[in-house]
Structures are given as C-alpha cells and as structure tokens.
C-alpha cells in the first residue's frame, strides 16, 4: 500500500510540474481553467442581474491568465525579464473596470461595489492560474463563491441591525418636517445629514429627503421604515446603502 501511494504522489507530483512550466498542454489547461473558474464567479452575478455577470467575469479571468502566462514566456526567453511586471499591471489596471460597475442610483445609493470587489478577486485567480499557481487560484474560487453565496445573509443581518441608516424618502404636500422631528425624539433617535430634493411622477411631483438616523440602541431597521411609513404624508421609504 505504501508503494502504490508514492507512486501516485509521485505521479501527480511529475503532472503538476509539467503543468507549471510553460507548455502548449499548460496553456490549454490554465485557460480553460480561468474559464470555468470565471463563469462559477461570474453566474453567481448574473443570477442577481449585476452589470457584470456571466461573460465579464470569464473575459476578465481568461484576460489576466494570458497575461501572466505571456510575462511567464517572456521572462523564460529573457533571463534578465521581471515575471511579475505584466501581473502588477493587472491588478492596478483592473480598477478602471471595477470602477464601472459602481453607480449611484437617483435614491442616492450605492450599487455595484460587490461586483467591482469580486472583478478585481476574478483578475486575482486568473493571475494565479496564468503562473500554474493552481491549487491557490481553485481554493481561491472556493472560499469567494462561499463568500458571495454562504455569508450573505450575514452581510443582510449586519446591514439590518446595524445602529445607523441613511433613509430616502419621498412625500407629498401632506407631510410635515415637525412630524417626522416629532416622531425621531419620541423614539430616541438622531437625525443628521438631511439633504431636501424633488421628484417628478407621471401625475404630480414628490419631495424627496434623504438623511441619516442613529437609533442610539440596536433596532430592527425594518420596524424603523414603518413607523416612518406610517406618517401623513409619506408616500414611499427605504434604506439605502
């Protein structure tokens, strides 16, 4: 039994060589690799309907692989040749994509940032995978896939009881400031940061408040929204991010 298990080690020892140096079989290997990995990242965002799903995520990690496998090539052919020149560029250039995905709604929130976060992880594996750093770049994939699926109600929890909100909220000319003051002391809440607008709808047009309240102690953000809901006036609400 010992032997057939050093033999097998041995084995899979000689592949795993053979698959980091810089080859015609490597090179199909680390490619369809970042395309598989890719599209398991990529298929979790596009179930959410994010800007960047499925195609993105596997463009971007097949990207940064050929990239470090040509920096790997290189720096065979060119002794004196930085083999990690190419891959720095990478993870800095990848920003300007990332960057892309954040946008800021007209309710003033914020979306995009888990997906420009998880562009710039997918740049990441692809580079592992482009230098044969395979064993990084599959527990790599594991441990975000685990990340974005397995901890976000987590995340949902942390957002809901958190002892801060940044509110919208739009109403109409039956809702009064004193109301809402009123209603934040009674409650022992704070209420900052208050930014006034309007909005217009195919019938009449809205105000719009956006502002901050510190609940002092941990609420449910849920129960917030709907004693503020429940004053005249107030025709719709919700927390943003």
Known sequence: MRVISLNSR??????ILLLQEVTLLSIIVRIGLSVLIGGILGAERGLRNRPAGFMTYVLVCLGATLVMLTNQYIAAGIPDADPTRFGAQVISGIGFLGAGTIIVTGKE??????????????????????????????????????????????????????RSMEIYLEYSTAFSLRTLSQLVAEQGYELFDMQR????????????????????????????LERLFSLEGVEYIREIA
């Open 197 to 224: 607008g309007k909005v217009k709808t195919l019938n009449t047009e809205l105000g719009t408040l956006v502002f901050s309240l510190d609940l002092v102690k941990k609420t449910n953000h849920q129960e917030v």
């Open 109 to 162: 929130e914020i979306r995009g940032l888990t997906t420009a976060a998880g562009l710039w992880v997918a740049a990441g594996i692809g580079l592992a995978i482009g230098a044969g750093f395979y064993a990084g770049a599959v527990i790599g994939c594991l441990f975000c896939v685990f990340s974005l699926i397995g901890l976000k109600r987590i995340d949902i929890y942390i957002k809901q009881h958190a």
């Open 10 to 15: 041995n084995i899979l020892d000689a592949i």
